[in-house]
């Protein structure tokens, strides 16, 4: 069988004689009397549409305007009657396919432009479902980067992790060689986050502050700090030696991409406000608040933990000496809030 025909006239012996030629040629043709059938019948499966122009009820331009609407994309060629090429240029200027005197008297000729416009239909057909067999290869290749990139992220969160595990392991099974450094990243990270939830900080640079506290003083692990045990106050060599472990913290952070803030935290959480801390010299705003909140919890473990050269300070004690030097070594602000935090039942509680 051929393609699919509708033809529409309203007089018997035009529309008998039409789909008897399409007939003729194996086409599946239906064929009614008007524009309002042709609305009724009209669907995806017809190939062409022949329509004369003259016709009651609905003529042939109001209905190819309602084809145009429903961007049915089916070729239509007019029948006019002799005399009547004006309606011709107007169904072309409305998008019809081709047209064809009536009656049809080169049957050839009639059956060549009905082949014509098939084969426009089929070419539509087929550009129709290239694109969509092309949007949905293109929508299938998006679903399936996405996956990828799914599991990417989840692959390089679980390297993150895997690589922050194995850091802090290193780290707390080098604190705990010491009985004077024993539990100190733990209790700074503590304090450190308890200031960071009392000033309010957004939840990423939370995730941040808890990292690069946990290593703050990895740089540690690299360097003999044996001098640390020895009686007595430590050489100025020695403190030389111990004043590296920030910079040496930093290159070992520094091929961690996903850790970039936190390097820098760590470099430069002996820095002072006021310029004179190590190792570089940088001072106020050049601090991140998040180093300037690590110095101060750092500071305050350390007065408050013994040490084999010095006793340790009270909790009352060792504020009153961050505020001593609020302006010059700790921000002021953060101090004040410190303060506030560790003279807490809670926060007490808590350490």
């Known amino acids: ?26 086409h599946d043709v239906v064929a009614v009397s008007s524009g309002r059938e042709v609305v009724d019948q009209v669907s995806d499966e017809y190939d062409v549409i022949v329509l004369d122009i003259n016709m009651p009820d609905m003529d042939g331009f109001e209905t190819l305007e309602f084809l145009n609407k429903k961007n049915l994309d089916i070729p239509v060629l007019f029948l006019t009657g002799a005399g009547s090429m004006d309606y011709a240029v107007k169904a072309i200027n409305l998008g019809a396919y081709d047209f064809m005197t009536k009656p049809i008297e080169d049957i050839e000729l009639f059956h060549v432009k009905v082949r014509r416009a098939i ?49 802090s392991s290193l780290q707390a099974a080098m604190e705990e060689k010491d009985e004077y450094t024993a539990g100190h990243t733990r209790r700074v990270t503590e304090l ?32 003999d700090l044996s001098c640390i045990q020895k009686p007595g106050k430590l050489t100025a060599e020695e403190w030389e030696l111990i004043k590296k472990h920030p910079e040496v913290g930093a290159n070992i952070v520094e091929p961690l991409k996903f850790m970039e803030r936190e390097c820098n935290i760590i470099r430069h959480h002996h820095e002072k406000i006021d310029g004179t801390g190590y190792p ?19 500071s305050f473990d350390a007065m408050t933990s013994r040490r084999n050269y010095r006793r340790n300070l009270s909790t009352v004690d060792a504020v009153a000496e961050l505020r001593r030097c609020a302006g010059s070594q700790f921000d002021t602000e953060l101090v004040e809030a410190f303060a506030g935090v560790i003279f807490s039942a809670d926060a007490l509680y808590k350490l």
Do not use: C, W
């Not at 069988?1 to 194996?26: E, H, N, Q």
């Not at 960071?196 to 946990?214: C, M, N, Y």
């Not at 703050?216 to 690299?222: A, E, F, P, Q, Y």
């Open 192 to 223: 450190a986050m308890l200031l960071g939830e009392a000033i309010t900080l957004p939840e990423q640079d939370k995730v941040v502050l808890r990292r690069a506290s946990e290593f703050h003083d990895i740089g540690k692990l690299v360097i």
């Open 119 to 167: 084969e426009k239909r089929t070419f539509i057909r087929h550009e129709k479902l290239y694109k969509q067999n092309l949007e949905s290869e293109v929508l299938d290749k998006t679903k399936e980067l996405a996956q990828k990139n799914i599991l990417l992220e989840q692959y390089s969160e679980h390297l993150e992790k895997a690589t922050v595990q194995i850091m």
């Open 280 to 298: 570089d010299g940088i001072g106020g705003d050049e601090l991140d608040l998040l180093t300037r909140i690590i110095t101060v919890a750092d």
């Open 1 to 26: 069988m051929g393609s699919r025909i509708l033809i529409a006239d309203d007089d018997d012996l035009v529309r008998s004689a039409v789909k008897k030629i399409l007939t003729m040629f194996d």
